[in-house]
DNA sequence: CGGATTATTATGTATATACATGTTCATCCA
DNA sequence: TGGATGAACATGTATATACATAATAATCCG
């Protein structure tokens, strides 16, 4: 940002209409100049314009129109990119030490609920694991995870006992889709006693169910206290760079 | 998706790639072909294959290196973008009725507190809302709205009795950044009795800070009844289109 | 033999060019 | 006058080309 080292001469160009759009300067609507008297302007070819307000257009900050020429967008959706990274790393960016514990782990026929949970149309093996991430010397978050052992059957062979199966399963599964559910909830009785916190208390809770290309792969609800924590995200037009 | 119509040499060497990768044929560290070898092998020119990998780069699903050749990235962070719209179209897409309700609005210097949510270092004038909103014939959602006067002083004329602040402002600061904050609370004695739920009932809390050119714009906090409401989110390896 | 120098290689950026595609606007003719 | 036709226009996509840049491999020489 900001950096005054030579910038190519495409991030200037992004960067300087960029700044138009959301100093205000050009307002939603406004239609900005054209390919080629941009590539003028800024002395560029119309490919290197090009380039740029088809990125704009990416990032959602231009619309573009044949034979009408490239819109200001009106800022419709306030989106935010949360980045749900692995406990571990959470736990010790707050300079605390981290330790890991398995509760439970259990292999058995997916029940009603599990196959709800992952989505499961047909009755198969699941892997069921009750996992305690400390924070220091308190509980930082309790995790329940249900892992279809149809995709994963390498996961039976894996104990869990000393690291969490949320990392070995990221090395397992390249690379999938995931859906995420947040919300609150008071602790239950045994939420309340695991995470020593007081009953009722609230609690964010955070589901995540994962696919992989030969079908669902895990189900997983992260519990934290929901006063110690929060999630945080940050949504600047343009973005990533 | 899938649409079998003609889609362009640019899309179809992208979707092919992506397939490879998602599909886990390519794993993470796999090194792909050259740009040139690409080019040969899709019978398009470099410059289409670097624009493809330059595209799949940005989307985080490879990784360049010069003169080693690009790589098939680690899936790292789990990211979920969240579209956080209007609270009206959230109701509205439920099929309920949508209602509004000024609960507050006072006019007044800004309080410590205040600075500190608005990141204020000097004083200034805001305008403190209260506002509740209703889908059906419960209350749906609780905003507690600071306004900094100072970078939006037209909102002195407004008096948000029939209308939210929310969208009155996206119209008059074009473009902006965000942060949010996302966490669990138990409902006070006055939360509780305005959303109509019980005493320390657990309650879903978003917090949004506002920035726009000319500084600190707005700072708002929706409180849902945590059992009833939940932000989803999906996350797809190279997303959008 | 080892450290400095040079060559090679793959990506990064930019240009000029060409043709396709979808709109809008002007024109022409029944 | 109205509706079809086609020209003009702005963006979309693709190519060939050129040179810059960074990292590795090969070479040379004290």
Redesign the interface.
């Known amino acids: 940002m900001t950096n005054g080292k030579e910038a190519t001469l495409h991030q200037r160009i992004l960067s300087d209409i960029e700044g138009r759009?959301?100093?205000?300067e050009w307002?939603?609507g406004y239609r900005l100049p054209f390919e080629v008297d941009l590539a003028i302007q800024y002395g560029c070819s119309r490919m290197t314009a090009n380039k740029v307000l088809t990125h704009l257009a990416?990032a959602g900050?231009i619309e573009r129109r044949k034979k009408s020429g490239s819109f200001?967008a009106q800022?419709?959706?306030?989106?935010?990119?949360?980045?749900?990274?692995s406990i571990e790393a959470e736990v010790r960016s707050l300079n605390l030490s981290y330790s890991y514990r398995l509760e439970r782990r259990v292999r058995r026929e997916a029940s009603a609920i599990d196959r709800q949970h992952l989505e499961l149309s047909e009755p198969a093996p699941v892997l069921d694991l009750v996992c305690l991430h400390h924070a220091g010397e308190r509980p930082f978050c309790l995790e329940e995870r249900l892992i279809n052992l149809t995709t994963v059957p390498e996961a039976e062979g894996e104990d869990f006992s000393s690291s969490a199966p949320g990392t070995w399963l990221?090395s397992q599964?390249?690379?999938?889709?995931?859906?995420?559910?947040?919300?609150?909830?008071?602790a239950s009785a045994e939420v309340a006693k695991t995470l020593d916190i007081s009953r009722?208390?609230?609690?964010?809770?955070i589901e995540?169910r994962t696919w992989?290309?030969t079908g669902p792969v895990t189900f997983v609800r992260f519990i934290?206290p929901?006063?110690r924590?929060?999630?945080?995200?940050?949504?600047?037009?343009g973005g990533?760079s």
């Open positions: 759009i959301v100093s205000g307002p939603p990416r900050l200001v800022p419709v959706t306030q989106a935010a990119v949360l980045e749900i990274h990221i599964i390249p690379w999938n889709t995931a859906e995420h559910r947040i919300y609150a909830q008071s009722n208390a609230a609690c964010l809770v995540r992989g290309s934290y929901g006063d924590h929060a999630l945080v995200a940050r949504f600047t037009p990533e």
